[in-house]
């Protein structure tokens, strides 16, 4: 099965900043449709943020202003910059293939003092 590979999560103090990144694997060459969900802990999982290569960009009330999506495809990377997070932010976090449908395994993000 194919999965994406995530990185860049971990604990944070509130109003501090963290990146996350998705890696493509060998058999993707290009993302054209992708997505960052989270997952807070007992709750459903909820889609956050959302990005085309045709530049269509679009963000849950709950993140806007305050997260940004980006694609580099000379990397095959999907990022989630994630700016003044407190602790309702605290979830696991994961990219997801919209078009393939592919996940990330999930990166832990805890925001907590």
């Known amino acids: 099965q194919v999965r994406l590979v995530e990185s860049g999560g971990g604990l944070v103090q509130p109003g501090e900043s963290l990146r996350l990144s998705c890696a493509a694997p060998e058999s993707i060459s290009t993302f054209y449709d992708m997505a960052w969900y989270r997952q807070p802990p007992g709750t459903q999982r909820e889609l956050i943020a959302h990005?085309?290569?045709?530049?269509?960009?679009n963000y849950a009330d709950s993140v806007k202003n305050r997260f940004t999506i980006s694609i580099d495809n000379a990397k095959k990377s999907l990022y989630l910059q994630m700016n003044s997070l407190n602790p309702d932010d605290t979830s696991v976090y994961s990219c997801h293939d919209q078009l393939r449908g592919f996940w990330g395994q999930g990166t832990q993000v805890p925001v907590s003092s």
């Open positions: 990005i085309t290569s045709a530049g269509s960009i």
